[in-house]
């Protein structure tokens, strides 16, 4: 059947226009619209779009494994097939509602077979075979019930009569853009969508046509390796099928990031700043079997209890291997930052897994489906996210894949492996020994200490020696590009015996309240404060001092003679839309060591947040070269605070006490309060 576009739709649009304006060349303000209506006006309102086969498998015969293709011939109130209005593929503008009613239980729905059904090897392709069957189907196939006679189509049906076997679905092929298109409409099991692809290509080849397949994916099915490719803002998301050995997954992953390279797309970015950052993607690792019946986690769901379990104990694993993008309103939450009684609840839940086999599939679903969320109670947005693990709703949603999303993009092959290497050992390390370990309560601890490279080094070390005491011969060398690339050094001093380290921390950004903007809505991110790590060595205690922009650092003591660590604060940048909008950018950072003895500083060093002569760069990096220059700019090895003067108290906030948080210091319209301490505020000489 021939399809056209909505000819008095688009009269209405040209009736809308003022009299002055041609369809084909107007100035709608919508650009959409505007070659929308022009596309059109150009082809001529009574031109062929597409042509339309209704088309699908006779349901009981394809139950009994001897599927028929049938087809109709769709009559609509309007004669003509019109399309709804709109820049889609033909497939996904078809006028359905318009088809002859049918009573809810009479409609035949399209539902797909349940993934954990067994199921054959797939047939051989047999392109004469597939051609000789869709003669014999086209020949031999009797009308549906309730359809149009084998003699003459009807052109109405009764009033108020329900009519059952209907084809509501349609194969459409449209010449787009100089090519052909053919849309695939959707199937409920691959041998039938594998059929059709086989019938499409032989047709192709005789006609010596190429085409385009577009439309409805195949049905899921552990049988098909397939991968997706899908472009995202500023990103290009490729998701590789599942892998069944390590050397194959090495394979896998090292011809990705190769073919990403000769593509010219790079797995990594530099900030205006210089700053060395992932391309802002995930690297999403996903667990599950070669089939959603062998899938470890519904075979043993303890194991998911488990690492749940040691991903919360040990937050190095949690943000050593993140973005930028932390927090309770990031795209990967930990458990204990979505809600505050997370951590009771997923206890009481952890109470209902057995341990061992033998669980229901359903089972796992039903307990942690509204754990696993983020503040909205999106079930995608969560570390670990059990979307596709057993959602008994859909089809789609019961693969046994779990997916673990605090992960980003590395910008090498080896980097991402070693980060699958460690999720394998850990894997088979619950597999043999499950954790059954408390729940920490981390409190503010964990965006304050956790947010220090320092510590979440430690806490990652006491991960790698509980692999090597499994078995597991882990080194934490295999993952010292993983700290670099997370924590960037930013410049050292020595002065007086002490050496200065400055390195970047974490800090996690929020999300802000709504505001209306010119297109409607918005909820800004809040990115306009960093965390940097200052780390003293050499340090004599009751002698020296650590002190920024003249405040005192709360060192706290590593374990090592001489070692302190602390982070601060800052704001880098004051958008218009951010917490405290009034609170200045705190530029330079000026770190001194004080002798209280002498009364003055021996030494330090400026750290400068934006350019040091208060330009703005105005261009991105082109490279790494230019990306170090602008690093290596803004820290200078001198600057100290010359002049005589008394050591500043020491302040710890009991939420945040090895965190000094510039922005308390009273800045902008903060000054009128004068020079009071923070309430809730410590201090100590």
């Avoid at 709804?84 to 009613?101: A, Q």
């Avoid at 076997?165 to 100089?178: F, I, K, Q």
């Avoid at 330079?588 to 002569?613: A, E, Q």
Wanted: aromatic content about 8%.
């Amino acid at each position: 059947q021939p399809a056209y576009e909505d000819v008095y739709y688009y009269l209405w649009r040209e009736q809308q226009l003022p009299i002055n304006l041609d369809p084909r060349r107007n100035n709608l303000d919508d650009p959409v619209e505007r070659h929308r209506v022009s596309q059109v006006f150009d082809r001529g309102l009574g031109a062929v779009v597409s042509y339309i086969l209704p088309l699908k498998v006779q349901q009981q015969q394809a139950d009994a494994g001897r599927g028929r293709w049938v087809s109709d011939q769709w009559t609509l109130r309007r004669g003509n097939l019109f399309l709804l209005p709109g820049d889609s593929s033909v497939g996904y503008r078809l006028p359905l509602p318009s088809l002859p009613w049918a009573e809810p239980g009479e409609e035949d729905p399209l539902v797909e077979l349940d993934p954990l059904a067994p199921r054959g090897p797939l047939p051989r392709r047999h392109p004469d075979r597939t051609r000789r069957q869709s003669i014999s189907s086209r020949t031999e196939t009797p009308r549906l019930p309730g359809g149009p006679d084998a003699g003459e189509l009807r052109d109405h049906w009764a009033v108020g009569q329900s009519v059952s076997g209907v084809v509501r679905t349609a194969l459409c092929v449209e010449p787009r853009d100089g090519r052909l298109y053919v849309f695939v409409p959707p199937q409920r099991i691959l041998e039938d969508y594998l059929d059709l692809i086989s019938a499409i290509e032989a047709t192709a080849q005789e006609l010596r046509m190429p085409v385009i397949i577009e439309g409805y994916r195949p049905p899921s099915d552990s049988r098909l390796n397939h991968f997706g490719i899908t472009p995202d803002p500023g990103v290009i998301e490729v998701n590789i099928h599942p892998s069944r050995s390590w050397d194959e997954l090495v394979t896998k992953t090292t011809i990705l990031y190769e073919q990403a390279r000769l593509t010219r797309l790079g797995t990594e970015k530099f900030m205006l700043d210089g700053r060395h950052t992932g391309t802002g993607g995930g690297n999403h690792v996903i667990l599950g079997g070669p089939t959603p019946a062998d899938s470890p986690i519904l075979r043993r769901p303890d194991l998911l209890r488990s690492l749940i379990t040691y991903w919360h104990n040990h937050p190095s694993l949690s943000y050593l291997f993140s973005g930028l993008f932390v927090g309770p309103h990031s795209q990967a939450p930990r458990l204990d930052e979505a809600r505050n009684d997370s951590l009771y609840e997923m206890e009481i839940a952890f109470r209902e897994i057995p341990d061992g086999g033998g669980a229901p599939p359903w089972l796992v679903d039903r307990v942690f489906r509204h754990l696993l969320v983020d503040v909205t109670g999106n079930t995608h947005r969560a570390e670990f996210c059990i979307d596709k693990l057993y959602n008994p709703d859909t089809a789609s949603g019961r693969l046994g894949l779990v997916e673990m999303r605090a992960f980003e993009m590395p910008p090498h092959a080896r980097m991402s492996l070693a980060q699958q290497l460690l999720i394998r050992g850990l894997v088979a390390r619950f597999w043999e020994n499950p954790v059954c370990d408390r729940l920490i309560p981390w409190g503010t601890d964990l965006h304050d200490r956790f947010m220090l490279p320092h510590f979440i080094d430690l806490d990652f070390q006491d991960v790698i020696q509980e692999m090597i005491r499994a078995g597991y011969p882990f080194r934490s060398e295999w993952f010292a590009p993983h700290f670099e690339f997370r924590f960037p050094g930013i410049g050292s001093i020595q002065v007086a015996g002490v050496e200065l380290e400055l390195r970047q921390a974490i800090e996690p950004w929020h999300v802000l309240g709504e505001e209306s903007t010119s297109s409607g809505t918005a909820r800004y991110v809040d990115s306009s404060v960093e965390r940097l790590q200052v780390e003293a060595r050499g340090l004599t205690e009751g002698r020296q001092v650590l002190t920024c922009n003249g405040r005192r650092v709360p060192l706290h003591p590593t374990g090592t003679c001489g070692e302190y660590v602390a982070g601060v604060r800052y704001r880098a940048w004051q958008p218009p839309s951010c917490l405290h909008p009034t609170v200045k950018i705190n530029s330079p950072l000026v770190f001194d060591i004080w002798d209280p003895w002498l009364k003055r500083s021996v030494g330090g060093c400026t750290y400068h947040v934006v350019h040091p002569g208060g330009l703005s760069y105005e261009t991105f990096p082109v490279n790494a070269n230019e990306a170090e220059s602008r690093r290596q700019s803004r820290f200078f090895p001198f600057g100290h605070t010359p002049g005589e003067t008394l050591v500043p108290p020491l302040e710890r906030h009991p939420s945040a006490p090895l965190t000094l948080d510039l922005r308390r210091i009273p800045t902008g319209l903060g000054s009128l309060a004068g020079d009071r301490p923070p309430s809730g505020t410590e201090f100590v000489v």
